[in-house]
């Protein structure tokens, strides 16, 4: 495949909003917050920023140089650069077909949510316990969840087939915006609730006493997934970028965007959470059992909770797209299947796995890999192994293996940009990034 029949992104904007389109989703909303709630708060909130800034930020440069020196899927990139890497792509259309299996679950439980919401339905109860029995008489649901998950696999593969440009492209277009537009309507009308400064509080005002180093391995963990980093997205998204395309100020930008989503979500959450007097650590189940039951006690409860999953669909979806087309385009370049062929086949495939990952949590639930049921297992597979390990070797790659011309070239746009920053970016990919890398997952692996 050569660079002229491949597909380019619009401008500079477009390159933004569809990288960002794949980092801001239910990582931002669904599991930023929780997570925050449960390390502390603001504490939290400052390690995280400095993991985005100091390992996620070069490390998004450096998938950007792969994917647009070599215009080509995940598995063609690396082997265009150096024959011996390409295992860093299997492991991302690996990773992000895994992961698939169980983000499109959650996707499919956000709009079973908004249309509970639109319907009223989720109106009738009133108590926690309440809330808490209807999610899990939903999850293990054998057919309920099963449907939803399918329509919203269904939606991802119309973008897909749609293309590069008129689906990913202009979703990414239409569905950002929307995205911001009601993140920050919700977040203004939590912020005016009673006790909506107690909760910013909270969020905001770090308390370094509560850290641990486990803090900054959680940090550390959320940045990656949330930057839909050591996946080989970025790749693939990358590959479709124009020569002119500066990808260091492309990838600041995402890293902003993304980290502002994650903390509006946050300011959207806790006010609410400290409003209706409920613990703010109350863990996964935040925004499927403890936000619903708030949204409940208040004027217009209806609205307000459809807009929220409404949010959390539109997020979930270009996040779905993202890691599809990953699957997608490496099936159409390296198996040489039509794209439409290459979009049906992953389709079918993740489905099947989806399928499987939600029938775990009921009827399949005696099925354990090494004590975990299915769903849990991908969770736990991509983001403890195959997400660091991706990210340490693509530092070392970039780093130490990849011609510093080519690395140079991408990110100096052959010669028009200054490379200032030359000696940190250095610094950072070549030592601190691949050793912090290392710890992480040495660390998860219960070495320490
Ligand atoms: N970054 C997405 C989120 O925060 O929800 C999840 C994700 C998408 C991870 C795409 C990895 C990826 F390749």
Redesign the pocket.
């Given at each position: 495949m050569n660079r002229t029949q491949r597909a380019t992104l619009g401008g500079k904007l477009s390159a933004v909003l569809v990288a960002a389109g794949?980092?801001?989703?239910?990582?931002?909303i669904?599991?930023f917050p929780y997570v925050a709630g449960n390390n502390g708060g603001g504490a939290f909130l400052a390690i995280y920023i400095l993991c985005v800034l100091v390992l996620g930020l070069p490390l998004m440069i450096a998938e950007f140089t792969v994917g647009r020196a070599s215009h080509r899927n995940a598995v063609g990139a690396y082997r265009a650069l150096d024959n011996k890497w390409s295992f860093l792509g299997y492991n991302g259309v690996l990773?992000?077909f895994l992961?698939l299996g169980f983000?499109f679950v959650v996707s499919g439980w956000t709009a079973e949510y908004m249309v509970h919401s639109v319907t009223a339905e989720l109106a009738q109860y009133t108590t926690a316990e309440e809330y808490a029995g209807m999610f899990e008489r939903f999850i293990r649901n054998p057919w309920r969840p099963l449907l939803y998950t399918s329509v919203f696999v269904l939606a991802t593969h119309f973008v897909i087939a749609l293309g590069v440009q008129k689906g990913i492209e202009r979703s990414a277009k239409v569905l950002m915006p929307l995205l911001f537009i009601i993140l920050i309507a919700l977040a203004i009308h939590s912020l005016l609730m009673p006790s909506g400064a107690e909760g910013l509080k909270f969020f905001l005002l770090p308390d370094f006493s509560k850290v641990t180093a486990a803090t900054v391995l959680t940090a550390l963990g959320q940045a990656f997934?949330?930057?839909?980093?050591?996946?080989?997205?970025?790749v693939t998204y990358a590959s479709y970028f124009k020569p002119e395309t500066n990808l260091r100020h492309t990838a600041l930008n995402v890293t902003i965007l993304?980290t502002l989503v994650a903390v509006l979500a946050g300011i959207m959450i806790f006010p609410a959470v400290f409003s209706a007097g409920i613990e703010p650590s109350s863990g996964p189940s935040l925004v499927f059992i403890t936000l619903p039951g708030i949204f409940n006690g208040m004027p217009l409860s209806m609205v307000w909770s459809s807009v929220f999953f409404l949010l959390l669909v539109v997020?979930?979806l270009t996040?779905?797209i993202?890691?599809h087309e990953?699957i997608t385009v490496y099936l159409h370049e390296e198996w040489h299947l039509s794209r439409r062929g290459a979009a049906w086949t992953t389709t079918g495939g993740t489905l099947a796995l989806a399928a499987l990952a939600s029938l775990s949590l009921g009827i399949l639930d005696g099925w354990r890999i090494c004590g975990l049921n299915l769903f849990d297992s991908l969770d736990y597979v991509t983001a403890n192994i195959l997400l660091p390990v991706d990210g340490f070797f693509t530092c070392i790659f970039v780093g130490w293996r990849l011609d510093p011309k080519v690395l140079e070239a991408e990110i100096t746009n052959q010669g028009r940009l200054n490379f200032r920053i030359r000696r940190i970016f250095a610094v950072l990919l070549r030592y601190l990034c691949p050793a912090v890398l290392l710890l992480v997952f040495l660390d998860n692996l219960g070495v320490f």
């Open positions: 794949s980092s801001v989703g239910l990582g931002n669904w599991r990773a992000a992961i983000y997934f949330s930057l839909s980093i050591g996946i080989g997205t970025m993304d997020a979930a996040s779905t993202s890691l990953v």
